[in-house]
């Protein structure tokens, strides 16, 4: 089963998606198998991370803003703006795809993971995220 | 076939299973498909890496180490000790999840090839990984 | 089914990979699934990137190369040459496998998404890549 989903993150940086795509594998009824999420784009990640305390996510943030920096005079491709080279830094950094065990029906994520998109820009973008369940 | 491993690594590194996700595989009896490894954790990873001359895994945690430093006073998550915020940055760098695939009956990975759970906590902490066996 | 692929990338850098497993998946007949690609390697990774403006690899690539350095003085593992502790690094931090979900018989990638391989060393290696597709 594939599901597509459009996801707009309010701001740049984290934002949690795990409900959105538990609601997939619920519809999926399927009790135990694979979620493969994947997402369309390559200035926005996938990444599953601490969804307890927001100062994990947020210090996550600021320390990879800190080794990818915008207007590094080493970058060329320039023309889609000043967050577009980082974006695509910060992609090849994390992921495109995130694979969740599913047990029980249900995600076996951790006590505090949770399934987070990673909004690379400033601006706020439609995103295309397809679930995969399989078995 | 899913099967949850409980594994404790000895100390903050790599810590090679390669054997154990081997051992899942070779009890399903499946000849070709898809073998996924993911752990329920977000201050320790997954990693595929070279498991033949140990020098390779220790300049690779050393190099992290100097990346992704404990003490930085950009964090602001740090009520569960300087090693915690590190440990997330690493995750996010590596992996919470590796798939390798199955042929004639065994995981196919290269000959220098080996799964690695990177404990990225100083304590010895009891790790579940979930393997997922598919077609 | 599963397809293994013998590539040589031209020159250390990523080299698009996309058409080698789109073939895959052709040949596959599946019509929606998920499609998870492998290298059998620790010194070159795979990752899905921008392939339209050739400058915004070329400027990861920089940006990656100014990050992981050869002779680091940290290294220790450097009997295979300068440019292979590097490379397992570059490895660890982008990924050894990459899956694209399959939608009407086709890769789901995003407009302007490539799979590619990333060779991490000088010279010219033949590298093993495994395409696993699945339902």
């Known amino acids: 089963m594939i599901s597509q989903l459009t996801i707009t993150a309010p701001r740049q940086g984290l934002h949690e998606i795990s409900d959105q795509v538990a609601a997939v594998v619920s519809e999926s009824a399927l009790q135990a198998g694979l979620c493969t999420v994947f997402i369309k784009h390559t200035s926005a990640s996938l990444i599953v991370q601490e969804n307890a305390d927001p100062s994990a996510v947020r ?24 967050d577009d080279m980082p974006s ?29 998109l990673w909004e690379h820009r400033h601006a706020r973008v439609p995103r295309t995220v397809i679930v995969h369940i399989g078995e």
């Open 59 to 82: 210090d996550l943030e600021q320390w990879l803003n800190r080794l990818v920096v915008e207007h590094d005079p080493l970058f060329t491709h320039t023309s889609e703006g000043a």
């Open 88 to 116: 695509h830094i910060k992609t090849a950094l994390t992921a495109t795809s995130v694979a969740v065990p599913i047990i029980n029906g249900q995600l076996a994520l951790g006590s505090w993971q949770g399934i987070f």
